[in-house]
């Protein structure tokens, strides 16, 4: 019952920029945690940035200064602003949200980062 689509990816050169957008709808009801992680090929999913219900974030190491996570909560909206993309960036991004401790996933975007 809960829906999320993310959009924004793309194929950048290393050094560009993306902005990925993930939209949730359904039964949410309030204000939740949000995140996105991402999985590249033959790679175990990671976590890229989370964001609390009051805006707070939290990145990874890897992604600390280069990413920057955000929220729209008027429009339910999740933002990643990826800048100084490097060619292991490249991975399949996925919006998530929790919800009464369940975790819910978009169908994921692709960001693929080369020369």
């Known amino acids: 019952q809960v829906q999320l689509v993310e959009s924004g990816g793309g194929l950048v050169q290393p050094g560009g920029s993306l902005r990925l957008s993930c939209t949730a709808s359904?039964?949410?009801?309030?204000?939740?945690?949000m995140g996105w992680y991402r999985q590249a090929p033959g790679k175990q999913r990671e976590s890229v940035a989370v964001?609390?219900?009051?805006?707070?974030?939290d990145y990874a190491v890897s992604m600390q200064g280069r990413f920057t996570i955000s929220r729209d909560n008027a429009k339910n909206t999740v933002y990643l602003q990826m800048d100084s993309l490097k060619p292991e960036d490249t991975a399949v991004y996925y919006c998530?949200?929790?919800?009464?401790?369940?975790?819910?996933w978009g169908q994921g975007t692709q960001v693929t980062v080369s020369s």
């Open positions: 359904g039964s949410i009801f309030t204000i939740r945690p």
């Open positions: 998530a949200i929790d919800i009464l401790g369940r975790r819910y």
């Open positions: 964001i609390s219900s009051d805006g707070m974030p």
